[in-house]
């Protein structure tokens, strides 16, 4: 007789694998979550303290900072500042990148994050800050192991049966390993770094006092102005510090996917007693690299649809429930065989309050029926914009009001002069990027990179209608009640999104290949601009 599979009994409580090592039944019982609340709210509070600048150098770790920073802009002042253009922000962006490296873990972060926000920072930065992404060298496990013993309280023996030397990964913050605890379940250990907190505080004060120094100096400091970058850094990495919230985070999120019916993400539970500052022991989840698609299709997985998945999710939990992954990337998640996608790594994870989570959400469907006007009122309660912003003047500033220009006919100069145009209005007007909003907008151009290697073939325009169509037909009465507009009442107006492609209204339809062959002519006039200089 065929023996009936039994659910794990936490499905309820959270999106997670079918075949757990334990189960979280009861999470407000989990002794590692008291007073979480509290120690959450001191890290959110400890931002502007460390990011408010010193009058004097604060500390000794400020010489060395200094010196290499220093030098880094130095030597470019003395070569590439002289050439001008993009010769010299790709100089300055270089030698920026080389002082991260030398100063270590907390500025190999800070060009990590800056890495991955194209179309955020400049394009020089965050070209260069891609090279820092694997520098960072692994600790010694006998570090490993007196990080561990000191927060478990106990011998690694004790504990686990075996534990890899070498670690799956190694990142600025910490660093993790296989393992197989003595009961026997196969489980990954993330470990800090054991002086990284000291530092990313002693480096936060030096930023800071550092920053201001550097507005108007350097090119490459426009809309990424050096104060308003470290606040943002600041707000980042802060909870990323205490493992015990991360922890938390995994809990959060996994319950909002079930909450929300989406179990295509799955979260690796967090073990229910082995949780430290330091020291995170969860499930070990297995599945393809998400560059990985030959093994996908092999598989029979359909990569469309793990494609669609994380578009849908990661939109889903922010408007509707305000919390958020904050950092997908490739080495953050992976396709189980199932085809499912299992979510890594929760330190930096977007929480919206209920005045920004509704400000995002109506931020979406102004996009949806094209409203400008509503746009940049959801940008200016989200943060993006001050508050006492003349919404008319950034509608003409940013020539919203006029018919858009197709980028691709653009020379290089012309190109140049729009972007240069843009980034004073938006300066002139005291546009920020709040990290919400960022962390938001770095997933979407994530998942626009997943499309181009995933679903190259998927119809941009197509993929957008039905996502609006899931919204409206699942959540139409919770957006309805949030906001006083039903999504299902919005009539989709794609000519906005199709000027924002540079394509006019008889555009039927547009693949990610068709688009990556678009942003290719607008490099090739930019760089036949550069080569005329």
Known sequence: ???????????????YSDTPPWTLDDPAALTWRRGLADIRA????????????????PGRRVLTVTRRVGLAVGLWELREKRVGGSVSRAGISRRLRHA???LGPTYIKLGQIISAGEGIFP??????????RDRVPAEPFRVVRQVVEEDLGRPLGEVFRWVDRTPLAAASIAQVHAATLRTG??????????????????????????????????PVTALANPPALVELFAQTIAEELDFRLEAENMLDLARTFAELGQRGYVVPRPHPELVTRRVLVMERLDGFRFDDVAGMHDAGLDTEAVVRTGMIASIEGAILKGIFHGDLHGGNLFVMPDGRTALLDFGITGRLDEVRRQALLR?????????????????????ALPPDADLDEVIRDLHLDQPPVDPTTMS???????IQQVTKALLGIGARFPKELMLFVKNLVFLDGAIARLAPDLDIFGEIANISIYFATHHGDRIAADVGIDPRGIELDMSGVKASFGLDET?????HRQLQQRRATIRRNLARRRGRR
């Open 185 to 218: 379940e196969r489980v990954v250990v993330k470990v800090q770094r054991p002086t990284v907190a000291r530092l990313v505080r002693e480096d936060l004060r030096v930023m800071a006092w550092l920053a201001p120094k550097l507005v108007g100096r350097i």
């Open 100 to 102: 991260a490296e030398r």
């Open 363 to 383: 931020l979406l469907l102004g996009g949806a029926g094209n409203d400008v006007r509503t746009q940049l009122a959801a940008m200016r309660d989200l943060g």
């Open 412 to 418: 290089g100069e012309q190109l140049v002069g729009e």
């Open 123 to 132: 394009g020089e930065l965050v070209d260069e800050f891609k090279r820092c």
């Open 507 to 511: 555009t039927e339809g547009l693949t």
């Open 42 to 57: 001191r890290v959110v509070a400890e931002v502007p303290e460390l990011t408010q600048p010193e009058r004097w150098p």
């Open 1 to 15: 007789m065929p023996v009936t599979p039994v659910s794990p009994s936490d499905l309820a409580q959270g999106s």
